[in-house]
């Protein structure tokens, strides 16, 4: 268990899809390991809130989810989710 001394908060700012389409579980279990934090979803705000050790921690955390939500790959076949 990890000592929480930082917290942040990451929006998923998607309006169809649920959180699990864009951050499955092993997933979000692979970003815990990788930057020592503890990501807690709250499914009907879409965010996830970021606990860690260090605040570098909590932005490592916050970095992973923005290229995650940045090369989803929607249900129309965008990348960003946009009709061009």
Request: hydrophobic content about 40%.
């Amino acid at each position: 268990m990890i000592s929480i001394d930082f917290k942040d908060i990451w929006q998923c700012h998607t309006l169809d899809l649920s959180m699990d389409a864009i951050i499955p579980k092993y997933v979000q279990l692979e970003i815990e390991a990788i930057t020592s934090t503890r990501l807690l979803e709250d499914l009907n705000k879409q965010v996830i809130h970021v606990h860690a050790q260090s605040q570098e921690d909590c932005d490592k955390a916050i970095h992973k989810l923005d290229v995650l939500r940045k090369y989803h790959v929607s249900p129309l076949g965008t990348k960003d989710g946009l009709v061009h």
